[in-house]
């Protein structure tokens, strides 16, 4: 018999009646100063994006609010929780896209995250490890999408800022014979590939640094400790694998040419 995987997200209240967070007043009060502070920390420290980090955080306050009102509804049917996931991936490649150019050439962004989550999501379902049901299959989708979208942008931005460095060292690989993919595999390859680096720091130091969302999740939940240590070691290990996937997509799409323009700005939309 197959057990099923089920990352339903549950009440953060625990069987003792405590929460991770009391949800009061405060609470709101608190988030309000530590969102202004990072705006004002951005802008001091000259990072540039300080009208990003404020717009990033009334945007999540709009968006988790509607979300909150809708879910409970839209888990309930099947076709639904579908649309949900489609519209996930479509803010996704959109979002990952306009990172890496601000051109029609965004639409390509579909291609690695695509890549990288379909195959996890068909091998769940196929297996019979994810239940067919809106509660389980919307939060696995949301966290293997958001992985594949933070490598896609963070390697199709590092890979064209390279080769746009090294513009040089690609004249001069082409010259010694290289074809163009070769020459721009060559360069980017390496940059690229740091985009790896926040998953498998993450993996790395599990339970030691930092307790992850699914773990604590399940915990706060009523599951056993093997059990919440079993789910997340799917979840590093899933995002490991959707990640890679995509990082090599982008490269393949770079290399190729099928994206190259400048990225858009920290902060543009």
Do not use: Y
């Amino acid at each position: 018999m197959v057990h099923q995987l089920d990352l339903t997200p549950v009440p953060l209240a625990a069987a003792g009646g405590g929460q991770l967070l009391p949800v009061t007043p405060v609470l709101g009060v608190v988030t309000a100063v530590l969102l202004a502070a990072a705006v004002a920390v951005a802008g001091w420290g000259l990072l540039g994006h300080g009208h990003a980090v404020l717009r990033a955080g009334l945007r999540a306050v709009v968006q988790l609010a509607v979300v909150a009102l809708v879910i409970t509804w839209v888990v309930g049917s099947l076709w639904w929780s579908a649309l949900f996931v489609l519209l996930m991936f479509t803010v996704a490649v959109r979002t990952a896209g306009r990172r890496i150019t601000p051109g029609p050439e965004w639409t390509r962004a579909a291609a690695p995250i695509g890549a990288g989550v379909l195959p996890v999501l068909a091998l769940l379902l196929g297996v019979g490890l994810l239940p067919l049901k809106g509660l389980s299959v919307i939060p696995v989708a949301g966290i293997l999408i958001g992985g594949a979208l933070t490598a896609t942008s963070l390697a199709g931005r590092r890979a064209l800022d390279e080769l746009r460095q090294r513009h040089g060292e690609v004249e001069a690989a082409l010259a010694l014979g290289f074809e163009p993919r070769a020459a721009r595999l060559e360069i980017c390859r390496t940059a690229a590939a740091t985009s790896l680096v926040p998953a498998l720091d993450q993996t790395r130091t599990v339970g030691l640094v930092t307790l992850p969302g699914a773990f604590v999740g399940m915990l706060l939940g009523g599951a056993t400790p093997v059990q919440a240590g079993a789910v997340q070691l799917f979840v590093l290990v899933a995002l490991l694998a959707v990640e890679s996937v995509a990082i090599v997509v982008v490269l393949e799409l770079v290399a190729r040419g099928l994206v190259g323009a400048e990225p858009v700005p920290d902060g543009v939309r």
